[in-house]
């Protein structure tokens, strides 16, 4: 039995606004994040879920306790839904990261991670399907919401061999299903 999973992006932060690398750094929503999770919580207002899960880091909590104020529905913490950490790339912007760290820079580019410390990609993807999947068998055959950020979404989207994978904006929404341990693309 599948257990489909509500993935949305954290609201808008000044470090979004300001193009940082956030990392696991814990920045907060800002005023338009905020407006963000409001107007989409009124989006989402007609779907039933049976629980909420959020990264701990605050943007992403913060939105998702915006998103579960009016069902009542508490929001479950879970560190497979973290940001990739970016080690010494957080707080920084590109153009700092281009002139600090070119040879990254250009890996980074590549679609590669360019930073040297912080986490692989490889290890990104391993923790964040197998938080999926640990979230789907929690609830077969229900419907969850859980609320991340970009990396973690653009990861669930390659694990289901999705090619179209779109820019992720802040409070952006896809559906995917876990299905016999696998992340399947729903929408």
């Not at 929503?29 to 999770?37: H, M, T």
């Not at 880091?57 to 306790?65: I, S, V, Y």
């Amino acid at each position: 039995m599948a257990t489909t999973i509500v993935l949305v992006r954290h609201g808008e932060t000044d470090w979004n606004r300001d193009n940082r690398f956030q990392g696991h750094a814990d920045t907060p929503l800002n005023e338009a994040g905020r407006r963000q999770a409001r107007e989409l919580a009124a989006d989402l207002e007609a779907e039933r879920f049976a629980a909420v899960y959020s990264s701990p880091l605050r943007r992403a909590h913060e939105t998702a306790t915006i998103l579960a104020e009016r069902r009542g529905l508490p929001v479950r913490p879970s560190n497979a839904l973290k940001e990739v950490d970016v080690g010494s790339w957080s707080g920084l912007t590109r153009t700092e990261i281009e002139l600090r760290h070119p040879e990254g820079y250009r890996r980074w580019l590549g679609r590669e991670h360019g930073w040297d410390d912080g986490e692989t990609y490889e290890d990104l993807h391993a923790r964040v399907v197998a938080g999926l999947v640990e979230i789907g068998a929690k609830h077969p055959g229900e419907t969850v919401l859980a609320v991340t950020h970009g990396g973690p979404i653009r990861t669930a989207l390659s694990a289901t061999n999705a090619t179209d994978v779109p820019s992720i904006h802040n409070c952006f929404v896809v559906t995917i299903a876990v299905r016999d341990g696998k992340l399947e693309r729903v929408d």
